[in-house]
């Protein structure tokens, strides 16, 4: 698929993006040899071959989920000036 200078333009119109002529005709190349690939790709026949959810199939290792520390709290709470109910109290900051 061959795009022209004015399709470029457009394009470029449409995306907000300010084009002079000699940009145009750079990305008139580039633009339309991606087109071509992307036109090559589609003609590939891949009927029979199923689609992966990831390319190697791979599983995860995971870790097993246990505690690693005790509750700490009371010796936390100890070093605060001010508490409340198991929670750090602060001044307020906003009126």
Request: glycine share 2%; proline share 4%; charged share 30%.
């Amino acid at each position: 698929m061959s795009l022209e200078k004015q399709d470029v333009l457009k394009i470029a119109h449409l995306a907000r993006l300010a084009l002079d002529d000699n940009d145009a005709e750079q990305y008139q190349h580039s633009l339309t040899s991606v087109l071509d690939l992307v036109e090559q790709m589609q003609s590939v026949d891949t009927d029979g071959v199923e689609p992966l959810s990831h390319p190697l199939e791979a599983k995860q290792r995971l870790r097993e989920d246990v505690v690693t520390e005790e509750n700490r709290r009371e010796a936390f709470l100890a070093n605060a000036p001010q508490t409340e109910a198991g929670l750090f109290l602060v001044p307020k900051v906003i009126d």
